[in-house]
């Protein structure tokens, strides 16, 4: 890492070349000082010793023979073994729509649909959504409330929720809800 930086290349760069935070490039710069790399005193070096620039860093790791040691083959693994998992449960979901081939992208356009959350209310009936607090209900503290934002409408409704009749979600309070002005930069 040191090298790298001595030749040219930026600390932030040979962060994430060699994967590691920038405050360590930074660290390991400033020990070395302007010392040669090979009379540098490596032995107050981290818990962990010194690691080569291929010992489970980088792409090239990924291709390496190490026995599976490495953080990036150890990643790889989990993420086939989960794929694996959730083979049956994906090959059993119906099919997607395809995307219509007509649709082009307007980001000026008005907001449309219904957006929904879950939030818990505090002590006081009050549930905070999109950086705002809304009082839904008193006679509801802590509890759960889904909260459909209609963005066609212009209006939220807050539904109570219970766990022993989760088929049961009545209205609790409909509030005005304007959306933000803000445009979209294209």
């Known amino acids: 890492m040191v090298a790298a930086v001595r030749r040219g290349s930026s600390p932030r760069k040979v962060a994430e070349r060699f994967e590691v935070n920038l405050r360590t490039v930074q660290v ?7 010392q040669r790399l090979d009379r540098i005193d490596w032995s107050d070096r981290p818990r962990g010793g010194r690691r ?7 792409p090239s790791a ?9 953080p990036c083959r150890r990643s790889d693994r989990y993420v086939e073994a989960a794929r694996h998992r959730s083979a049956p449960r994906r090959d059993a979901a119906p099919p997607r ?12 356009r008005l907001l449309r649909g219904t957006v929904i959350f879950l939030r818990r209310t505090n002590d006081r009936g009050e549930a905070a959504l999109l950086g705002q607090t809304f009082a839904v209900d008193p006679a509801w503290p802590s509890r759960l409330v889904r ?7 212009g209006q ?3 539904h109570r929720l ?3 009749e989760p088929g049961q979600q009545p209205l609790a309070k409909t509030v005005p809800y304007q959306t933000p ?4 930069q294209e």
């Open 162 to 164: 219970r766990r022993r």
């Open 97 to 108: 729509r395809s995307f219509p081939a007509q649709w082009v992208l307007d980001l000026q």
């Open 62 to 70: 990924r291709n390496s023979s190490d026995g599976g040691r490495s």
């Open 147 to 153: 909260c459909e934002v209609d963005l066609t409408r």
């Open 28 to 34: 390991w710069v400033d020990r070395s000082g302007d």
């Open 181 to 184: 002005m803000k445009r979209f």
């Open 156 to 158: 939220i409704r807050f």
């Open 52 to 58: 080569e620039a291929t010992a489970g860093r980088g």
